[in-house]
């Protein structure tokens, strides 16, 4: 019994998926080590919690920022607590924080915690209008019952509703 086919068509094309296989392996694996660094997971905090998230790896944290919680310090520092529905996470923060960024509001940080588990944020993103919430954050706090987004008016540029063909239009 010879390992290769009779057919010299199908022994051709087994020698280039033999020669290509590895160099596209090898590509991939390449690709995914040179992007090790760049990848940033998104965890709310009940998530982080259940995930274990090692200190000192890059993510992003989103949630409401908890009534009460936010602390200015001196030096520009600012300590805040970012929750969702189940756990809090406690934040620290060293610069100026966006003009939107508010208690009882959406916000992404992003950084990484430390090995007390605070979470030292190097860049804090706020949502810029009132409807707008970073899409896996919708997501997240849908699925935990916190979503506080839904029967928001249409979006403040005026576009017009999708009707289904045969319905009416309407102005908003």
Do not use: C
């Not at 087994?14 to 596209?24: F, I, K, N």
């Not at 905090?45 to 936010?70: D, E, F, K, M, T």
């Not at 993103?125 to 899409?135: G, I, V």
């Amino acid at each position: 019994m010879a390992l290769l086919p009779r057919s010299k068509t199908a022994r051709r094309r087994l020698m280039v998926v033999a020669a290509v296989a590895p160099v596209l392996a090898l590509a991939v694996g390449l690709t995914l080590y040179g992007l090790r660094g760049s990848i940033s997971y998104f965890y709310t905090p009940a998530q982080a919690v259940q995930a274990h998230v090692p200190a000192g790896r890059s993510i992003q944290l989103g949630g409401l920022v908890a009534v009460g919680s936010v602390v200015k310090r001196g030096g520009g520092e600012v300590d805040f607590t970012v929750a969702d529905k189940t756990s809090t996470s406690k934040v620290v923060y060293r610069g100026d924080l966006p003009d939107l960024f508010r208690e009882g509001q959406g916000v992404v940080a992003i950084g990484a915690f430390n090995d007390t588990g605070v979470f030292e944020a190097k860049q804090v993103l706020a949502k810029h209008d009132e409807k707008y919430m970073p899409p896996e954050l919708a997501r997240q706090l849908k699925k935990q019952g916190e979503w506080r987004g839904d029967g928001a008016a249409s979006p403040s540029y005026g576009a017009p509703a999708y009707n289904a063909p045969g319905q009416e239009t309407t102005s908003r």
